[in-house]
Structure formats: structure tokens, C-alpha cells
């Protein structure tokens, strides 16, 4: 069946999948037009409602998104290049080198010059960066676990799987 036609559900219901869905704030609810079919405007809801969760959950530590994933991939791949980092994260660059020099100027990175090409440096954290990592990750879990109340495991898992495909 196309995702264009009504499902039986709304059928049955009388309504169709755009029409206003009952708000709990007291917000006047509104349609959304063809929004409501574009996967893409759902996927980006997602992200901005995981990105300010996130964000929350890592706040007592003042740890951003960008700063969190460049902390635990240095911590996997120490002595890792920036410009590896950047390539595997899908970070630009440019924004790479602010987000290292934030890190290190809190003293949680290190960059030492490389053994193997002096063009580059070499990643790695240093001890407050593991230690700050460490409670980082404990944090992260209770972010995730949100997310595991939210949608339930299985879906956690399929949704998971799904966004793997996309992933470099």
C-alpha cells in the first residue's frame, strides 16, 4: 500500500493522517500538511528531541554532542589523526579544530605531534578526558535508557538497525 493512501486504521477512525492531532499543552493543534508524509521532517524531530535531551542529561558536565562522540572515538583509536576523526565522524574540519580546542583547553585532549607524518597530530585524552569520558558515558546511558522508555527495546533495536545503513 502506498504511505500516500489512508490505512485502515484512520479509515476506520474517519480522519486522515493529516489532520490535526490533539495537542496537551494548550496549543492550538494545526496541520501539517504534506509534512505528515515526509519522512525526512520525522527524522529530524527525532534529532532535535534526542539533541535537547542529550544535551540535558550532559549538562552537569558541560559536554556537548560533538564534544561527547570526538571524546569516545579518541578514546577507541588513540593516537588517531584529525583528520580521520573528522573524516569518521562527518565533522568539517574547520569545525573540528574549535571542537578540539575547546576540549583541549579544558584539558581533556591532548594533540602531540604524529611519529609517522609531521603534517598531522595524534588524538588522545588525557587523564581528566577518561575521567570526564567515564561519567560522560554514565550519563549517556541514562539518555539512552530514556530513549529505550520512549520507543521499547525492540523498536530501539530495529530503529538502530535501520540507521546503521545510513552510516559511512
Known amino acids: 500500500m502506498s504511505d500516500r493512501r489512508l490505512s485502515q486504521q484512520d479509515v476506520q477512525i474517519g480522519r486522515s493522517r493529516s489532520t490535526p492531532r490533539e495537542q496537551t499543552d494548550n496549543r492550538k ?14 527524522i529530524r524531530r527525532l534529532q532535535v528531541w534526542v539533541f535537547q535531551d542529550f544535551i540535558r542529561t550532559l549538562a552537569p558536565i558541560d559536554i556537548r554532542p560533538a564534544q561527547y562522540s570526538v571524546l569516545v572515538v579518541i578514546a577507541a583509536n588513540p593516537g588517531l589523526s584529525q583528520s580521520d576523526l573528522a573524516d569518521r565522524l562527518g565533522i568539517e574540519r574547520a569545525r573540528l579544530v574549535r571542537v578540539l580546542d575547546k576540549l583541549e583547553k579544558r584539558r581533556l585532549t591532548k594533540r602531540l605531534a604524529s611519529r609517522t607524518d609531521r603534517r598531522s597530530h595524534a588524538l588522545r585524552l588525557t587523564r581528566e578526558g577518561q575521567k570526564i569520558l567515564k561519567r560522560a558515558m554514565m550519563l549517556a546511558a541514562l539518555h539512552e535508557a530514556k530513549l529505550i522508555e520512549k520507543l ?3 523498536e530501539r533495536k530495529s530503529m538502530m538497525n535501520i540507521l546503521k545503513q545510513f552510516e559511512r
Open 29 to 42: 493543534a494545526f496541520d501539517i500538511g504534506i509534512l505528515s508524509e515526509h519522512l525526512g521532517y520525522f
Open 152 to 154: 521499547g527495546l525492540e
